[in-house]
């Protein structure tokens, strides 16, 4: 085609599929280089994620302590599974027996069946703590606490057995903390319904209450008495336990009499509870 032609209609299409070709080529150029661009960030974000997670499961693995060599039975214990407290708030074991000095003032035995996910026992607890701790302290009263976990429907991480283990845990490895560490779990209690405190908070819990070891630690992250509590839970609710039929917690004996209410105000009042004890020791 010479320069004074003009392009016939043939020409203009062949122009315009070669023009069309081109930008067709190039299009698939940039569709191969951004599928490799996004398939390389995919890797990029994937290793990110499995780096993310391998970082969190060493600071898990990192946190975790081994589980501790113990007996089927937690130490320290009563023989019917309960952890008793006594003067200066120590626990009474096979070694010690903190008792008040020859009094002839009769001394009031309390004795308390709790499930740490039980809100009426948080509502029963915590107004009495104060209370309770200056009696058993003095030696003005015993204080004996069986726990107990039928309660982990009420959680959705097992809770009420998971606190259950802890508790038994520093009953066995701290057992002059368990005051203490009793006061944590109901003064902290979880909701019904919500995920409980995690091991690592249950744990941070012993070292507030001078309970503070490898040995409790991993005895609460491995539930170590997990079987026992179990097992003795059942016990307890399935038949008449020292005399006392357990139908529910929590369940408060003063010298083997039960007591009781029937209203909430009943319930958190600790003049109340005081005047039962009073009238108990009397009798």
Not at 20 to 37: C, Y
Request: charged content about 20%.
């Amino acid at each position: 085609m010479t320069s004074n032609q003009k392009p016939t209609r043939s020409d203009k299409r062949e122009a315009a599929r070669e023009k069309a070709k081109e930008i067709r080529e190039q299009n698939q150029k940039r569709a191969k280089r951004n599928k490799l661009l996004i398939q390389l960030s995919v890797v990029v974000v994937a290793l990110g994620i499995v780096g993310g997670v391998g970082a969190m499961i060493a600071i898990e693995a990192a946190n975790r302590a081994d589980a501790p060599v113990v007996d089927t039975v937690p130490a320290n214990l009563t023989e019917l599974g309960g952890v008793k407290i006594g003067v200066g708030l120590q626990a009474f074991t096979a070694d010690k027996t903190p008792t008040p000095e020859a009094t002839d003032v009769a001394t009031p035995e309390i004795i308390v069946y709790a499930d740490y996910q039980c809100p009426i026992c948080q509502a029963w607890d915590v107004p009495n703590e104060a209370q309770l701790r200056s009696w058993v302290d003095t030696g003005a009263a015993t204080l004996e606490i069986r726990p107990l976990s039928f309660l982990d429907r009420a959680s959705l991480n097992e809770y009420s057995s998971r606190a259950a283990n802890a508790a038994l845990c520093v009953a066995n490895f701290a057992p002059d903390s368990y005051f203490d560490f009793h006061g944590e779990l109901m003064l902290n209690q979880s909701e019904e319904g919500t995920e409980g405190h995690n091991d690592d908070e249950l744990y941070a819990f012993a070292e507030s209450a001078g309970a503070g070891s490898e040995e409790v630690k991993g005895c609460i992250q491995n539930k170590s008495f997990g079987d026992y509590i179990e097992q003795y839970t059942q016990t307890v609710l399935g038949a008449p336990h020292g005399g006392v039929s357990v139908t529910g917690t929590p369940t408060i004996l003063v010298n083997g009499k039960q007591y009781t209410w029937t209203t909430g105000d009943e319930l958190v009042s600790a003049e109340r509870f005081a005047q039962f004890v009073q009238a108990a020791t009397a009798e």
